[in-house]
């Protein structure tokens, strides 16, 4: 950012330098440049500034969310068990994928999403399958 700064108190010496009478059109004009291109420095500068609070302020957001996911969810990602096997089943009714546990599967095993009555045919070499 400083070299903007750098580049535009060049030009003021430029302009000084040159004794730019500001009773001129051409003089006015070369002036009222040097000025704006500060004014847009000024401006860069301050958004870069919000720029880097912003970034600070999603930086601590995202950690808090970050916090609140592990306090909501910490059920959830404890709820499959390593030591268990899944059976994955799909209901004929509704297409829906089940995971169930292989010693829980029996003949009355029912779909949560429609309710309906699953016949399963598994034995332990479905599995190995």
């Known amino acids: 950012m400083d070299y903007l700064y750098e580049r535009i108190s060049y030009l003021k010496g430029l302009a000084d330098g040159l004794e ?3 009773n001129t059109k051409e003089g006015k004009l070369l002036i009222h440049i040097v000025e704006a291109l ?3 420095a000024d401006a860069i500068s ?3 500034q919000e720029q880097l609070e912003l970034e600070n302020y ?3 957001i995202d950690e808090d969310l970050a ?3 592990e306090a909501i969810f910490e059920d959830e990602y404890d709820f499959y068990d390593d030591d ?3 059976i994955e089943l799909e209901c004929p009714y509704c297409n829906e994928i089940l995971y169930i546990e292989d010693d829980m599967i029996d003949d009355d095993t029912e779909c949560p999403n429609c309710h309906e009555r699953i016949v399963t045919e598994y034995n332990d070499e479905d599995d190995e399958n």
């Open 67 to 69: 916090d609140v996911e």
């Open 38 to 40: 500060e004014d847009f």
């Open 20 to 22: 730019l009478d500001q």
């Open 84 to 86: 268990v096997d899944y």
């Open 58 to 60: 999603v930086d601590v």
């Open 46 to 48: 301050d958004l870069e």
